[in-house]
T-cell receptor, first 112, second 111 residues
Framework: DAGVIQSPRHEVTEMGQEVTLRCKPI?????LFWYRQTMMRGLELLIY????????DSGMPEDRFSAKMPNASFSTLKIQPSEPRDSAVYFC??????????FGAGTRLSVL | EDQVTQSPEALRLQEGESSSLNCSYT??????LFWYRQDPGKGPEFLFT???AGEEKEKERLKATLTKKESFLHITAPKPEDSATYLC????????????FGTGTQLKVEL
């Protein structure tokens, strides 16, 4: 398996623009997680899905953030409108039956 | 409030100089403690899971141990390729399938 695949790897955008991050989980994994990593706050959980259904979105910072999982092999995290404080590395992870989360390589987002 | 604290924040070792990284936790109920390794520009990579006090897991030069209040990641005779940030995370009772991560220990092993 190719592992968790995220795109794009890098995204540079201007304040106010819409940003969409994409994730393809490992086939057969029924949980998908979105995290944000910054120097100040470390790795923070934003939202997670089980069988494509959002279970806990308490970590989503505000209404500008939304996430969807239309099927078992694809998820998106959208920020609209983006702000400079959203600059961070965003990770997607999927979980196997032994509760181990496997992370993608991340998307480095810079909002100017 | 559930907390995970890692120390030290950064550690510099000479090749072959063994040491330990600490992860202390204050949680309502532990359902698992996880160790991950993260290399620059990459996502965290799973190392170990520990579930109960007294449990130990080993992999090459790494050994993870768990007590009721903390976990240690022992690194024996480290090599430069062990340089990375080591993250611990906890899964807690009532927390569903969430992992709460510590801020990590940045390890550098020099020749």
């Amino acid at each position: 398996d190719a592992g968790v695949i995220q795109s794009p790897r890098h995204e540079v955008t201007e304040m106010g623009q819409e940003v969409t991050l994409r994730c393809k989980p490992i086939s057969g994994h029924d949980y998908l997680f979105w995290y944000r990593q910054t120097m100040m706050r470390g790795l923070e959980l934003l939202i997670y899905f089980n069988n494509n259904v959002p279970i806990d979105d308490s970590g989503m910072p505000e209404d500008r953030f939304s996430a969807k999982m239309p099927n078992a092999s694809f998820s998106t995290l959208k920020i609209q409108p983006s702000e400079p404080r959203d600059s961070a590395v965003y990770f997607c992870a999927s979980r196997d039956s032994k509760n181990i989360q496997y992370f993608g390589a991340g998307t480095r987002l810079s909002v100017l | 409030e559930d907390q995970v604290t890692q120390s030290p924040e950064a550690l510099r070792l000479q090749e072959g100089e063994s040491s330990s990284l600490n992860c202390s936790y204050t949680v309502s109920g532990l359902r698992g403690l996880f160790w991950y390794r993260q290399d620059p520009g990459k996502g965290p990579e799973f190392l170990f899971t520990l579930y109960s006090a007294g449990e130990e897991k080993e992999k090459e030069r790494l050994k993870a141990t768990l007590t009721k209040k903390e976990s240690f990641l022992h690194i024996t005779a480290p090599k430069p390729e062990d340089s990375a940030t080591y993250l611990c995370a906890v899964r807690i009772t009532g927390g569903g399938n969430k992992l709460t991560f510590g801020t990590g220990t940045q390890l550098k092993v020099e020749l």
